[in-house]
């Protein structure tokens, strides 16, 4: 089995607004940072050491988190529908 150096990566994004079929939309804000500390402090009852990152979902960050090998990506995001 692999030692990894990297377990999880949490990626997030939360745009202020974005371009709607009205044109520009306000966005609910993503509490992220809430997220990732229950997440962080879940991630400390554990009785392994866990190596985790957080950081901004960027096109950037994604390939830098990609290429190390993580065993999980977690991204707290907004989805867009597809139409």
């Known amino acids: 089995m ?15 607004v974005r371009n709607g079929p009205e044109g520009i939309e306000k966005v ?3 509490d992220y940072s809430r997220e ?3 997440i962080s402090s879940s991630l400390k009852d554990c ?4 190596n985790y990152t957080f950081d901004v979902g960027t096109n950037q960050n994604v390939v830098k988190v990609l290429s190390e090998s993580p065993v999980a990506i977690h ?3 907004h989805g867009v529908e597809n139409s």
Do not use: C
């Not at 030692?3 to 745009?15: R, V």
């Not at 009785?47 to 866990?50: K, L």
């Open 2 to 16: 692999k030692d990894y150096d990297q377990h999880l990566a949490f990626l997030f994004s939360s745009p202020l």
């Open 28 to 30: 609910i804000k993503i």
């Open 36 to 38: 990732f500390k229950e």
């Open 47 to 50: 009785r392994n050491q866990i």
């Open 75 to 77: 991204f707290s995001g």
